[in-house]
Structures are given as C-alpha cells and as structure tokens.
C-alpha cells in the first residue's frame, strides 16, 4: 500500500459528517433519581411518576433523571406530577429546538445540544432538557446513556461543593458537563482539519474535495448548536430568576467563558477550512496549468512539424527534392532538428 491508499484508509469517516442528528427513538423511558444533602445520598431507578411530587418536597435536593422522551403518556404524567407547563412539555418531546431558556416563575427551562461520541468516532447530536425547581433538578434525555458521569461520581463522593450547595449549583453542574464535552469536540475538528490540511499539500483528490465540504458542513452544524447555547448562558449569568443563588452566579459567567472559547475555535476552524478549501482549488488550477502547459509545448512542437510534412505531401508532381534518394532521411532530420532547437529554446527560457 502506498503513501496515498495510506492516507484514505487512514481518513475513513472523514468524508461522512463529523456531527450528526439522530432522529430514531431511544428505548423504554426510565426515571432515576438522587435525592442528597451534605451527609448522605439516595439513589433510586425505575421511579413512577407520581411518586415524583413527595420526593420533591424532601428538605434535600433531588435530580430527576429522565432517559428517553418518546413516550408522550410518561412525559406528560411527569409534567402532571411537577406542574410542568404543557408548552414546556411540548418542547421536551420536540427534539429539534434551538437552544434556548424560559422563565416560568417557579422553574426554569433551558434546552441545549449536548454531543456524545458513537463508536465510529463521530459524534451524535441530541437535545437534553433542564427543569431548574426550588429543590430539584431535571434533565431529559433522548438516548439512553450518561452524559453526566462525572457529576453522579461527584455526587457519590460527596467531593467539592456539590453536595452542599442548591439545586442551582447542581443545574450549573448538568449544563457545565455537556459544555465541557464540546472541547472533545473541537479536539477532534482540530485532528480531522490537520489531517486534510497535511493531504491538500501533499497529495490532494477527490475524496479531499469530499472530506473538505464534510468538515465545513459539520462545522456549520456544530456553529448552530454552540452560538445559540451563548445567549441561554448570558440569560442565567444576568441572575434575574429567584432560583439561582449569588453564589452560583459566578459559576455560570464561568460556563460563558468556556462557551465563548468553543464558539470563536468554532468560527477560527471554519476560516481555516475555507483557507484549505483555497489551497486546494488553487492546486488543483495549477495541476492543471502544468497539464495544459505540457500540452502546449507538445502541440507547439509539432507545429513546424506538421508545416514540413504538409508540404512534401501536397500532390504536385515536381517538388524540389522529392525525386532526391536521400529526400525522405532529409525531410525527418529536418524535423527532428527542428524539435530539438524548439526543446532547447523553451528550456532556456525556463517553460519547462
């Protein structure tokens, strides 16, 4: 296998999108839920919803962790049980929001892209929804799955602040984790980039052309789920709701920071896709020129070439030197001195 075939086995999905959207429904809806304080933590799955409203009103703080929202009956009968709003509800179940937050007094809900890798090494796109309450949290998932890993391990530790702050500080914990998993993103948008940038140097094709209008698409999709999230983090960081505590606030200009970062690596890496789109059609344009060039000197060559034999073939019965026994060894080193001078003179002139 040679240095290119290397290459495009190596590139694989680089020529499918890097993000995408999953629109197949998850599996059965499962409720877990971790009630907890400064000195303990209660862990329970497979909770009903109407067993939701007691567990809520626990002096501690409770997340609801809801795994799959395709079931509408379920959905609606936790929204029945927490004294959701029915539009709020309708938002959860729709899956293709743009990221945004609404205040409804006595709770907040925010929807934000949250991306997990697939075993491909792509990345799916899918909505989670956050309900901030007075003593709870809840979080919607599309696919089963844990986005939130590292906070349960937190929880479960009982490490850091987590444990003995509110319900805003978990909130801030849910949304900080998945904007956390967008840098693994952009590390991968910067390995995908260094690749195709290395192989529009060296060798660049048509599945380049192909794994640079990927990345660009991706990119874009990637730019419609991070600019958004920067209003809904500005929103919270203005600490206008009676949920979230002073204390909180400055975790939440945090998360803005971070969520500014990604989106100006976002809009550096689709300058440089389009830099490498640049190079790539100007490589291809003078690929070509070399081409055409060679063509050319060929085409002038023969030229004179041509001019000779159209003459010592024009149907005339006396041409000077046709009855010659050395006329047609003549005629041929004419021309190959004529081809000869030619080659000299545009090689001296520096066009090949």
Known sequence: MDRHDEQTAGRGS???????TDDVPGGPVSITTISYDGTRIDEETGVLPETLPGLIL???????????VHDSDLIQA?????????????DIENTRQRPKIEDYGDYLYVAIRALSRDSDGRFRSEQVSLVLGS???????????????????????????????????????LLDAIIDGYFVVIEAFGERIEGVEEEVIAEPDQDTLQAIYALKRSLIAFRKVVW???????????????????????????????????????????????????????SQSSH????MKVLTIIAT????????????????????????????????????????????????????
């Not at 002096?59 to 795994?67: L, Y």
């Not at 936790?78 to 309708?90: N, Q, V």
């Not at 209003?231 to 919270?236: I, K, S, T």
């Not at 070509?288 to 081409?291: A, F, G, R, Y």
Request: charged share 20%; net charge negative; aromatic share 14%.
């Open 14 to 20: 680089d020529l499918e999108l890097l993000i995408y």
């Open 58 to 68: 626990r002096p501690a703080v409770t997340w609801i962790d809801v795994d799959g």
């Open 78 to 90: 936790i929204g029945d049980a927490l004294g959701i709003h029915p539009l709020t509800r309708e």
């Open 135 to 173: 003593r709870y949290v809840i979080s919607f998932q599309k696919h089963p799955g844990d986005l939130f890993i590292r906070t349960r391990e937190r929880l479960r530790a009982g490490t850091g602040r987590l444990r003995t702050a509110g319900a805003d500080y978990l909130f801030y914990a």
């Open 228 to 282: 958004p999230l920067r209003d809904v983090v500005v929103e919270l960081e203005r600490g206008e709701s009676s949920l979230i505590g002073d204390a909180t606030l400055v975790y939440f200009r945090d998360a803005y920071d971070h969520t500014i970062e990604v989106a100006e690596t976002v809009e550096t890496y689709r300058e440089m896709m389009s830099g490498i789109l640049d190079v790539y059609l100007s």
């Open 288 to 291: 070509m020129n070399e081409i």
């Open 301 to 352: 060559i023969f030229i004179p070439l041509t001019f000779i034999t159209g003459i010592y073939g024009m149907n005339f019965a006396y041409i000077p030197g046709l009855a010659h026994p050395w006329g047609y060894l003549a005629a041929l080193a004419s021309m190959i001195v004529v081809a000869v001078v030619m080659l000299f003179y545009f090689r001296k002139k520096g066009w090949i």
